[in-house]
């Protein structure tokens, strides 16, 4: 085969900091550029510039003659550990993110290519921070009033500092320098966001005596590293009175080891090892996609959205047709088709909904299932053998059964036999349970409804892990939930990247923690963060980053979502919540049972929210095209009479790879 050599040029401002180990490199379509796998990029070849504002960075590379070439440029460092592997880890710090990577098409011996600026093409500056390829993520999180010094009734003005160090290997200098073995540690950079009216922006610098603490800020600091287990951190408190001498209060040590996703009280030290008072901080742990992370850089929609009307969103499919126990007043149904089926979530497409919103739980044995609360209801009959009319149901949580388990018994949700006069019929054995089709039985598993729905329909999929309620209650009465917040994302995320195609997908939770891990454990859907404020509907839920739209606004911003799904009631009381969303461009749904009603939705719409939830999709006609369908049929040449051709396929087909679109 002949070959072409691309000469490739790319510019950049100097490397950010934390990148300065990192290397422009170049990722593509071919074999040759790597088949866009994050392991084998090609790294350029920094050339020196004039310009001390930029470095040009350069590489040549033999591509196959006469073919379409897509490319994109990322900044990636490589890193090989020091357990006497070759392996080399590859981080990716940023990357080129437009919906349409770069395009050449090779001819001739040579091509050179004009020089690019890195991450401005098409007219557009898209770039992102990278996903967890092979290193681990670690948080901590200081807010309210974190601070207790022993003798004191309120701890005085104060600022936090936070070092991170990770311990390696000595080298053979260092050995022979030092009269007794220490250990060697390196320095990792540390981020901090610090969220109040005023800032948000992660930044890497920390004062010689940390960041000033108010008590409105929420503080969140962040490193990354390869090895968690042999890292820690270190977290000094300053006095910061006016006037005095500044002094340190105490330092506390958190061991990477012992890092977890829950609250803890660390105990202060003093310089004499004394203990002076505690620290309460909120420690998170997210971990790279396991078994082995599956993205590439072949495409990312983490931050798109196309301006569109704003989209319709059913509930669960049709909407809910069973009655919801976390709300506190009742509110009536609004569905005849059992919810989060998936002959629902068909139904919905065929009355027109853009999106439907639907709960994700993952089994005991890892398999992801559609349904909204976290228990199911067992009859007696099931449990131990008796008749299946009997008054008293078992509640288990979900993910205490194997699917296997959930799909012998033929299960209703609990809240509806407590609370609803449209009871199913109770779970039963096999040989007295009715035939039920498997598109109408609950607990579908996400892998079923992926394959089993048009893709001309969008998922909205929250990801349900039980929260704390402000009152000190649980949502989930169980004391544990058997899977840790890690398991069961990558046990979503693969099934998404597996199944998902060229399905418009988009994730979500309340959790602020899983919101995160969905954000950074992969690099194709984008993620919106669901929040309400103090209602008399719903319990709050306990945690500084789950108190309403000016917090999760800030909270969104910082960590790189796409968006917030927001109760109505709170847009609709607070406009200009909606329009700071805007301005700091976010999109915006809404959920809430209000969203049934016209008016509220028309009042929705004016103030330019980009999608509604609501149950009320059976006030559509059938066959009723929604927005993707339109589009798609719109371009199709396949046209009698202004209707579409039976031929014309399902979903809308890419010219260039012969796979349906997702923008």
């Not at 200081?142 to 022993?150: M, R, S």
């Not at 000595?170 to 540690?185: A, G, L, M, N, Q």
Request: proline share 6%; glycine share 6%; with cysteine.
């Amino acid at each position: 085969m002949s070959c072409t050599t691309a000469i490739f040029q790319v510019s950049c401002p100097i490397l950010e900091s934390g990148e300065e180990d990192a290397v422009m490199c170049i990722t593509g379509s071919c074999e040759q550029l790597g088949d866009w796998d994050p392991k084998r990029v090609v790294q350029m070849v920094q050339n020196s510039a004039e310009d001390s504002n930029k470095r040009i960075w350069k590489a040549d590379v033999s591509l196959p003659c006469d073919s379409e070439i897509k490319y994109r440029y990322a900044i990636c460092s490589f890193h090989k550990l020091t357990n006497g592997s070759t392996e080399e880890k590859v981080i990716v710090h940023r990357w080129e993110t437009n919906v349409t990577p770069r395009m050449l098409f090779t001819e001739g011996v040579q091509l050179c290519q004009e020089e690019h600026i890195f991450g401005n093409y098409d007219d557009q500056q898209n770039t992102d921070t990278g996903w967890l390829t092979s290193q681990t993520e670690m948080h901590i999180l200081i807010h309210g009033q974190p601070l207790t010094l022993q003798g004191c009734d309120e701890a005085p003005p104060f600022s936090i500092k936070v070092t991170a160090r990770q311990e390696r290997a000595t080298t053979p200098e260092e050995e022979t320098t030092s009269k007794k073995r220490k250990k060697v540690y390196d320095v990792l950079p540390v981020f901090i966001r610090v969220l109040n009216k005023n800032e948000y922006e992660p930044r890497l610098h920390q004062h010689e005596y940390g960041r000033h603490f108010h008590q409105d800020d929420i503080m969140m600091f962040s490193v990354q590293t390869l090895k968690p287990d042999t890292m820690s951190f270190k977290v000094e408190i300053f006095s910061q009175d006016i006037g005095d001498a500044i002094e340190n209060l105490g330092v506390a040590t958190i061991l990477g080891r012992n890092v977890r996703c829950a609250p803890r009280c660390i105990p202060l030290i003093d310089q004499d090892m004394d203990n002076v008072g505690t620290l309460d901080v909120m420690c998170s742990i997210i971990k790279p996609l396991q078994p082995e992370s599956v993205c590439n850089f072949e495409e990312s929609y983490s931050k798109h959205w196309k301006s569109r009307r704003c989209v319709e969103i059913g509930h669960r499919g049709m909407g809910r047709s069973l009655v919801d126990k976390s709300l506190l007043v009742h509110i009536p149904t609004n569905s005849n088709i059992p919810e989060n089926t998936v002959k629902s979530l068909q139904q919905a497409l065929k009355h027109g909904a853009d999106f439907v919103e639907f709960d994700i739980h993952v089994t005991k044995d890892r398999v992801p299932v559609i349904g909204h609360d976290f228990q199911a209801a067992l009859t007696p009959s099931d449990v131990l053998g008796t008749q299946a009319d009997a008054p008293l149901y078992l509640e288990v949580p979900i993910n205490y059964l194997n699917l296997s388990e959930i799909d012998s018994l033929k299960t209703g949700q609990c809240m509806v036999l407590e609370h609803t006069d449209k009871k199913p019929s109770p779970c039963s054995s096999p040989a007295r349970a009715p035939k039920v089709p498997k598109e109408m039985q609950l607990f579908p598993t996400l892998q079923f409804a992926l394959e089993g729905v048009d893709l001309d329909l969008g998922f909205l999929v929250e990801v349900k892990y039980p929260m704390d309620i402000v009152e000190g209650s649980k949502e989930m009465p169980h004391e544990k939930h058997p899977l840790e917040r890690n398991t069961l994302v990558d046990a979503i995320i693969n099934i998404l990247m597996k199944y998902g195609g060229k399905r418009r997908i988009i994730l979500c939770a309340f959790d602020p923690q899983v919101c995160i891990m969905l954000r950074l454990k992969q690099n194709k859907y984008p993620v919106v963060y669901c929040n309400f404020g103090p209602s008399e509907r719903y319990e709050l839920y306990a945690g500084p980053l789950c108190t309403g739209i000016p917090v999760s606004l800030l909270f969104a911003k910082s960590m790189g979502f796409l968006g917030l799904s927001s109760h109505s009631l709170d847009l609709l009381q607070k406009p200009e919540l909606a329009a700071a969303c805007n301005e700091a461009n976010l999109i915006t749904f809404c959920w809430g049972e209000d969203n049934n009603d016209e008016e509220t939705v028309r009042r929705l719409k004016d103030i330019k929210i980009h999608g509604v939830i609501h149950d009320s999709m059976a006030k559509y006609p059938e066959n009723r095209n929604n927005i993707f369908r339109e589009e798609r049929l719109s371009r199709s040449p396949l046209t009698i009479n202004g209707d579409i051709s039976q031929q014309v396929a399902a979903i809308e087909i890419n010219k260039d790879t012969g796979e349906p679109s997702m923008t």
